[in-house]
């Protein structure tokens, strides 16, 4: 079976992220969503939260599964038997970051690769810091982010500013 792992913040999951995940969803039998515990970030949705909206949001692509991981990457993507990372790419400025990680991760695990997908032109501007700013300041974020979880979004970033 092929498992594929895509990590990240998400916080929160947006349009952009969905792309990602439904598009690489084809290339394996399993795709991983895993919310990455960081602990120099102070989130505005906990784990568990970020979780359940993620789990709402890829709820009709049957081969996603949700879950939680902090820790090293490589050895989180080994105890689920792949050596897939799946990782989006916007514009340059994700390049610098995204290459030097990649090239860290396989110096310590040469069997791991880590796939870039390009974004959908339509989603190149979302960010996950980006929903937070438009929403704090009274912005529509409807279409850029699962409708079912635009109020939950909206209430939160009001109830935090
Ligand atoms: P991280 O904190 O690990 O960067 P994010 O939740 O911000 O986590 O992003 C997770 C992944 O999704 C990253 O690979 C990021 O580049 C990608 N991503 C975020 N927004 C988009 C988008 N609009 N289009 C394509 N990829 C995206």
Known sequence: MRIGVCPGSFDPVT????????????????????????????????MQERVEM???????????????FSGLLNDYVRRQNSTFIVR????????????????????IDPAMETIFMMTSSEYSFISSSGIKELAKFGGTISGLVPECLEEKIIKRIREKS
Do not use: C
């Open 88 to 107: 989006g790419l916007r514009a340059l400025s994700d390049f610098e970051y995204e290459f030097q990680r990649a090239l860290l991760i396989k110096k």
């Open 15 to 46: 349009n952009g992220h969905l792309d990602i995940f439904s598009r690489a969803s084809k290339m394996f039998d399993l795709l991983i969503v895993a919310v990455f515990h960081n602990p120099n970030k102070t989130p505005l949705f906990t």
């Open 54 to 68: 993620l789990n709402q949001a890829t709820k009709d692509i049957p081969n996603i599964k949700v879950d939680s």
